[in-house]
């Protein structure tokens, strides 16, 4: 759905019948099964300790062979990248067929690299599996990490403390970051910055699991520093969030699977009398019979003791990674309306507007492929042809190119200005059909800032959802765990927080909507959740295995199912829509119930006791790396 209302908006090629488009069919499913064969070898290393007759042979064969599929995808990676694709003219026609060419072929390029990082990561495991053989070619950073890999896989957490220092210590030195492909960047910079990346994943998803909560930590650390000491040129991308929450959540999962081994809370007495002090007295026990006496009295008590002691330890973690949380984020730009947000550019922006949006902003000239084209091409490239189509054609007016000829308007400051406008209308297309399909102002071009202010709005909520992501990501770990109540108790500490932040969002929403006299849905559904609501979606989500179960087992009728219908009902009455597309948290229960019933996740390592979690937090600021002697 493109928002507008025609049979066909655009005509003049056949869907499905480019070069790419041609190419596309036949390259991703083969593609797809090799990713397949490679996330199966690593499952396959995964559950090594429970085959001890695993052929070191077959393993070895399965090493070469994931060596062989990436030199091959490194040679298409290359044959892709270098095949040409016609310069399109300015026409909406050929500027759409240019982008469906161009997105194709960025969409291969970009399976062909995550193939490639999975065959890199499955060869990287399988090598850990096998016995240590070094040959005089091997790279000393390809040994460390064949040594840190079968640590890591065999659970060895002696020579994992070892190794990681010196591992991440060689890492910080190299790029993190990368030019995305749509912005002039090079796909083996981008692969190589995607390989460092899978590297640093793997770490984070085992590394808690083994008890190592401080190094997970460090490999962050580590991940902020290569970003922040190497950086491209041009607009560079950040995978920071998504190994972030990797980290966290591995870390909340591992300290919420060990509860039930935390040992029993008693409070400590002497075992003998001390000299000089009174003697001990034993405290008086209240006479029952066996039969008056309660044997859950404490169980409970000491469950309740687990619950306080977990939520205060979740409090802790989340409080320590909210720093590298936040830190990271202030010098991140989450959404293109951020660029417009300060008074003196957007005075500009409306300005710009006001005097040329009727033949710049139409609907029409809005599509998502033509605006692809243009920020593909450049700003420049698109005022250079409505100088050329005025000069062709005697009959056609346009005051921005008159302007531009005159000297009254700046040509850099006109470029720069609708380059932020199309990258924040692309930014968000979503919310441009949502405004182009309910409201009247979409009808014309000179009034596109109206939908502006709206995504400064916007922005200004992601901001503040974004610094609350540890938050929420915590809450999730709590309502899928063994200890699904929690979740309640940890949702009444956040609203404490977000209350306001989130009163205020409303308020400028409903200035605006009073100014520009216009509303959409789905924007007020979502600065109405107030940062909370996704809560109450985690909580259906958790209740989804629950209903399935009791449903295969057909135990009826079933609470969890009458819990989470009850949820339903209740998140519906607060949730209204613009009804363009399946609202995201409708989405989200889908993927739930299609997601196929994992197995019992397993218990952290033994040791991750809460005197151990607590140690680990008092020095979760000191380096594991350590201090290079000083050669005489």
Same mark, same amino acid.
């Given at each position: 759905?493109d928002?507008?209302?025609?049979?066909?908006?655009?005509?003049?090629?056949?869907?499905?019948?480019?070069?790419?488009?041609?190419l596309?069919?036949?390259?991703?499913?083969?593609?797809r099964?090799?990713?397949?064969?490679?996330?199966?070898?690593?499952?396959?290393?995964?559950?090594?300790?429970?085959?001890?007759?695993?052929?070191?042979?077959?393993?070895?064969?399965?090493?070469?062979?994931?060596?062989?599929?990436?030199?091959?995808?490194?040679?298409?990676l290359?044959?892709?990248?270098?095949?040409?694709?016609?310069?399109?003219?300015?026409?909406?026609?050929?500027?759409?067929?240019?982008?469906?060419?161009?997105?194709?072929?960025?969409?291969?390029?970009?399976?062909?690299?995550?193939?490639?990082?999975?065959a890199?990561?499955?060869?990287?495991?399988?090598?850990?599996?096998?016995?240590?053989?070094?040959t005089?070619?091997?790279?000393?950073?390809?040994?460390?990490?064949?040594?840190?890999?079968?640590?890591?896989?065999?659970?060895?957490?002696?020579?994992?403390?070892?190794?990681?220092?010196?591992?991440?210590?060689?890492?910080?030195?190299?790029?993190?970051?990368?030019?995305?492909?749509?912005?002039?960047?090079?796909?083996h910079?981008?692969?190589?910055?995607?390989?460092?990346?899978?590297?640093?994943?793997?770490l984070?998803?085992?590394?808690?699991?083994?008890?190592?909560?401080?190094?997970?930590?460090?490999?962050?650390?580590?991940?902020?520093?290569?970003?922040?000491?190497?950086?491209?040129?041009?607009?560079?991308?950040?995978?920071?969030?998504?190994?972030?929450?990797?980290?966290?959540?591995?870390?909340?999962?591992?300290?919420?699977?060990?509860?039930?081994?935390?040992?029993?809370?008693?409070?400590?007495?002497?075992?003998?009398?001390?000299?000089?002090?009174?003697?001990?007295?034993?405290?008086?026990?209240?006479?029952?019979?066996?039969?008056?006496? /309660?044997?859950?009295r404490?169980?409970?008590q000491?469950?309740?003791?687990?619950?306080?002691g977990?939520?205060?330890i979740?409090?802790q973690?989340?409080?320590?990674?909210?720093?590298?949380?936040? /830190?990271?984020?202030?010098?991140?730009?989450?959404?293109?309306?951020?660029?417009?947000?300060?008074?003196?550019?957007?005075?500009?922006?409306r300005?710009?507007?006001?005097?040329?949006g009727?033949?710049?902003?139409?609907?029409?000239?809005?599509?998502?492929?033509?605006?692809?084209?243009?920020?593909?091409?450049?700003?420049d490239?698109?005022l250079?042809?409505?100088?050329?189509?005025?000069?062709?054609?005697?009959?056609?007016?346009?005051?921005?190119?008159?302007?531009?000829?005159?000297?009254?308007?700046?040509?850099?400051?006109?470029?720069?200005?609708?380059?932020?406008?199309?990258?924040?209308?692309?930014d968000?297309?979503?919310?441009?059909?949502?405004?182009?399909?309910?409201?009247?102002?979409?009808?014309?071009?000179?009034?596109?800032?109206?939908?502006?202010?709206?995504?400064?709005?916007?922005?200004?909520?992601?901001?503040?959802?974004?610094?609350?992501?540890?938050?929420?990501?915590?809450?999730?770990?709590l309502?899928?765990?063994?200890?699904?109540?929690?979740?309640?108790?940890?949702?009444?500490?956040?609203?404490?927080?977000?209350?306001?932040?989130a009163?205020?969002?409303?308020?400028?929403?409903?200035?605006?909507?009073?100014l520009?006299?216009?509303?959409?849905?789905g924007?007020?559904? /979502?600065?109405?959740? /107030?940062f909370?609501?996704?809560?109450?979606?985690?909580?259906?989500?958790?209740l989804v295995?629950?209903?399935?179960?009791?449903?295969?087992?057909?135990?009826?009728?079933s609470?969890a199912?009458?819990?989470?219908?009850?949820?339903?009902d209740?998140?519906?009455?607060?949730?209204?829509?613009?009804?363009?597309?399946?609202?995201?948290?409708?989405?989200?229960?889908?993927?739930?119930?299609?997601?196929?019933?994992?197995?019992?996740?397993?218990?952290?390592?033994?040791?991750?006791?809460?005197?151990?979690?607590?140690?680990?937090?008092?020095?979760?600021?000191?380096?594991?790396?350590?201090?290079?002697?000083?050669r005489?």
């Open positions: 759905d928002g507008f209302d025609a049979e066909l908006l655009d005509e003049g090629y056949l869907p499905g019948a480019t070069e790419f488009e041609s596309y069919r036949e390259l991703v499913p083969r593609l099964f090799l990713e397949s064969i490679a996330r199966l070898w690593q499952q396959l290393v995964a559950g090594a300790p429970l085959m001890p007759d695993l052929d070191p042979d077959k393993a070895r064969s399965w090493t070469e062979h994931a060596r062989t599929v990436q030199e091959e995808l490194l040679g298409l290359d044959a892709i990248w270098q095949h040409p694709i016609p310069t399109p003219s300015a026409q909406s026609d050929s500027g759409i067929e240019f982008d469906i060419q161009l997105q194709t072929k960025y969409e291969l390029l970009q399976l062909v690299m995550a193939v490639h990082v999975q890199r990561r499955a060869e990287l495991m399988l090598r850990g599996l096998l016995p240590t053989e070094t005089d070619t091997d790279r000393r950073e390809h040994r460390l990490w064949r040594l840190l890999t079968g640590a890591v896989i065999h659970g060895d957490t002696a020579t994992i403390r070892q190794a990681l220092p010196v591992v991440l210590r060689r890492l910080a030195r190299q790029p993190l970051l990368y030019v995305p492909l749509d912005a002039d960047g090079d796909p910079s981008m692969l190589a910055a995607r390989t460092r990346h899978a590297d640093l994943q793997f984070v998803e085992h590394l808690p699991k083994l008890g190592l909560l401080r190094e997970t930590s460090q490999v962050l650390r580590t991940a902020y520093r290569m970003e922040r000491t190497s950086r491209p040129d041009g607009a560079a991308v950040t995978e920071f969030d998504r190994l972030f929450r990797l980290a966290l959540r591995h870390t909340l999962e591992a300290v919420c699977h060990s509860v039930h081994d935390w040992p029993q809370t008693h409070a400590r007495r002497p075992r003998r009398d001390i000299p000089g002090t009174p003697p001990r007295q034993k405290r008086p026990r209240p006479r029952h019979s066996r039969r008056d006496r /309660r044997p859950d404490r169980r409970s000491s469950g309740l003791n687990r619950d306080q977990l939520l205060q979740f409090g973690l989340v409080d320590r990674f909210q720093v590298s949380w936040l /830190r990271h984020s202030s010098r991140t730009r989450l959404a293109a309306a951020e660029a417009i947000e300060p008074e003196d550019i957007w005075e500009d922006v300005e710009f507007i006001a005097n040329y009727s033949e710049l902003f139409a609907a029409p000239k809005l599509t998502l492929g033509h605006i692809r084209t243009i920020l593909h091409q450049g700003t490239w698109l250079e042809h409505l100088e050329s189509e005025v000069a062709e054609d005697p009959l056609a007016e346009s005051l921005l190119v008159n302007d531009l000829q005159a000297g009254n308007l700046d040509r850099e400051q006109a470029s720069h200005i609708l380059q932020m406008i199309y990258q924040t209308i692309i968000r297309y979503y919310r441009f059909i949502e405004y182009n399909t309910t409201t009247t102002q979409s009808d014309y071009g000179d009034k596109i800032h109206c939908l502006l202010d709206f995504l400064r709005l916007e922005a200004a909520y992601d901001r503040d959802a974004w610094n609350f992501a540890p938050s929420e990501i915590a809450h999730e770990v309502a899928q765990g063994p200890r699904p109540w929690l979740a309640t108790a940890w949702e009444e500490i956040c609203g404490r927080g977000v209350r306001q932040h009163e205020g969002h409303l308020q400028r929403l409903a200035e605006l909507e009073s520009w006299g216009m509303r959409l849905p924007l007020t559904d /979502r600065l109405a959740e /107030r909370l609501r996704p809560l109450a979606v985690n909580r259906m989500r958790a295995e629950a209903a399935r179960a009791d449903a295969r087992a057909r135990r009826f009728p609470m199912f009458a819990q989470l219908q009850v949820e339903v209740r998140y519906l009455d607060e949730t209204h829509g613009s009804g363009i597309d399946v609202p995201p948290w409708l989405q989200k229960l889908e993927q739930e119930i299609d997601r196929r019933p994992s197995p019992s996740r397993p218990r952290a390592a033994a040791g991750l006791t809460p005197r151990a979690i607590a140690h680990q937090l008092a020095t979760w600021q000191r380096s594991i790396m350590r201090r290079r002697r000083k005489k």
